[in-house]
């Protein structure tokens, strides 16, 4: 195939397009520029196919619904590889192949692939182009849809293509739907508004820094320049250059004394970094800028502190759950220019999914294309129902979400959707106890990936699904981070999901999480009372601001509490996981983990529990 005018002469990027193009046989190869004029003869193209359909400009301008295939609505864990050349290296917790036989099982799947598709190409920055946190990539897919996603999630286009200079490195990424429009044999076949194959990949080889994703064209399966590359092949990066990759938002807190403050967080998927990164406090005087809402890049500054970027230029949100109680900042966020994926349409050509409001419509079309009303007993909108949408268009977005250097984080925070057990808040005392609280997360599941919805699982630092190496050495590299930095960020855990007997949530969360932040803005400062407990440092009961707030006393004490059975469960639960890594878990964890026991179920008798 040949590649007559193309934006670029560097060779090391024709060759792996003219090699890509070789195995995959689409009919032509398009170089795109992230204009607006590509985006809108894209759009038009799949509104033709059906993969799009238009809203109505009055109601929802510039915005568009699609419907994914039905078997094609969330990560793929279970399908998601990690090659390294050494199984350790890819560690107990990730899927490992021997990079040699996945090269050549990919060779197999991918080759023509993308006959009688269009082969795009889409050059990629992740963070501002250019700036000394930020890396580049290329993509090509035979999605028109991820085209269009990857325009709005990454700084896309002619920039980044520029960026690529002979020797510049960047991440060669190759994603295909698997669903070619012509057979071996040359038959035809009609294409369908979202092509996709039950075989599935999402290929990692973290040593040569190189993405293949097939058969999927849903979220964090397809826009790699998200989950595959920012984590999994970020997480590398950083380990081997003193960084961090993760999956956490960032944002900017701004006090009545108008201190500013910026806070790191991560959660798993689908447990609340969209809703945190956009709060609206319910507390007056107190201000919150939104940074990023899932990864956050992290490197030792000049100065000694830690500077984090978002390296997104977009959002890909949990539309279920938002709402104009909830967050109402997304809410203003999605009024135009928004691309919505397996939400409900309204027969008035609008978008709907539970918890947009309290009462659904008489009648709407569910996610799968059908037709719906209250009693039909099923969710209009998939659970992992998304929007994608510019950061830009974000009412509460950081004037510093566009600095190249980053912002320094002041304190990283651990969270996870428990019932029990976890408090709402708990400060660690140094960074090493802060770590042991990243790797001992563990949250409910959600819909956000493949799996039983509800059930208890490990998830340290939020990053199961996403460490591109060993989760033990990802321990050890977040431990050596102390002797990198001059500033240590405060280290926090905190849970939004605690419920009573019976049953509801004991924290009314959202706008109200302000408290929380409030109360770690004031443990920065030095002036909020804190009670030792086994766990960490957690509020006096007068140590949050509750005023104004309808939470009874005992909901609070609830809340605060760490009961030393249920937590020395916990112990026995995290003992057992982390047996898995055997020789390379971390002495100084296992330290932790023996202290917590100790303190949990102190020797009776004896002056050592004093
Ligand atoms: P990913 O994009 O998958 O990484 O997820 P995320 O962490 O950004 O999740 P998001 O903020 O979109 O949260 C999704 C779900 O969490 C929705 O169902 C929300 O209603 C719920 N949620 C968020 N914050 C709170 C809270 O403070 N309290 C309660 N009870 N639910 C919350
Ligand atoms: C997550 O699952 O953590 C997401 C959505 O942010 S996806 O991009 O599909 O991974
Ligand atoms: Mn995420």
New binding site residues.
Partial sequence: MGLSGTPTTNEAVLGWVRATARLTQPDEVVWCDGSQAEFDRLTAQMVTAGTLVPLNPDLRPGSFLARSAPSDVARVESRTFIASHRREDAGPTNNWREPEALREELAGVFSGSMRGRTMYVVPFSMGPVGGPISQLGIQVTDSPYVVVSMRTMTRMGSPALAAITPGTPFVPAVHSVGMPLVDAAGRHRDDVAWPCNDLKYVAHFPETREIFSFGSGYGGNALLGKKCFALRIASVMARDEGWLAE?M?VLKVTSPQQRVFHLAAA???????????MLRPTIPGWRVETIG??IAWMRPGPDGELRAINPEAGF???A???GWS??PTAMEMLRENVIFTNVALTDDGDVWWE?MTEEAPDHLTDWRGRSWTPGSGTPAAHP?A?FTVSAAQCPSIAEEFDAPEGVAIDAILFGG?RRSNVPLVAQAGDWSQGVFMGATISSER?A?AEGTVGELRHDPFAMLPFAGYNMADYFAHWLSMRDRLTRLPEVFSVN??RRGDDGR?L????G??SRVVEWICRRLEGSADARHTPVGLVPTPSGVNVAGLDVPAADLAELLAVDPTAWLDEVGRLERWFAQFGHRFPAELRGHLDLLRYRLDPPTGGDLAA
């Fill in positions: 999956h938002l959660f798993p998927s689908a447990c609340g970094k969209t809703n945190l990164a809402d899932d890909f949100g949990v279920p759950g938002t909830s967050n918890g992992n998304r959707r959600t956000a939004w999901f949530f924290w009314p969360g959202f109200e999480n």
